[in-house]
């Protein structure tokens, strides 16, 4: 198979309806959204690698037994997305595919928090307790009871 200019196979260059982060097995965050204040339709958004930012310095004594791993490695992956005015679809803005890190094993992406799947009938009990008032913590106690 022939690799394009990022040098990605065809079959793993982003494209719609494609989950990008879970074939390639890394977590997904959204960065910042941009809405209209009249409608509230996002007019803007950014994706970026979980690993993407700085880490602030750890405030706990420098004698600890169990340090935080190093998780934030100001990984530069992003996708940028904006809505083109005159045509009403998004168009990818900004696209950077390049990690600095190293990615997830494809046995363990089920348990990146960006790739996990809830069934209707979770998603319609979640639904249900946040429209009776219930706290997420809460309703997460009653789902896993």
Request: hydrophobic share 30%; proline share 3%.
């Amino acid at each position: 198979m022939e690799e394009n200019s990022e040098g990605l196979l065809p079959s793993l260059v982003p494209q719609v309806g494609m989950d990008y982060g879970g074939l390639k097995v890394f977590e997904v965050r959204k960065r910042y959204t941009n809405k209209r204040k009249v409608d509230g339709k996002v007019t803007a958004c950014t994706y970026v690698c979980a690993n993407e930012g700085h880490r602030l310095q750890d405030k706990r004594d420098h004698l600890t037994k169990c340090p935080r791993a190093e998780t934030i490695t100001d990984c530069q992956v992003r996708m940028g997305i904006v809505i083109d005015r005159e045509k009403g679809n998004y168009k990818v803005s900004d696209l950077v595919l390049e990690h600095n890190h190293i990615l997830h094993l494809p046995e363990t992406s089920h348990l990146m928090v960006s790739q996990r799947k809830i069934s209707e009938v979770q998603g319609f009990e979640i639904e249900t307790a946040d429209d009776a008032g219930i706290r997420p913590k809460d309703a997460h106690g009653l789902a896993s009871s």
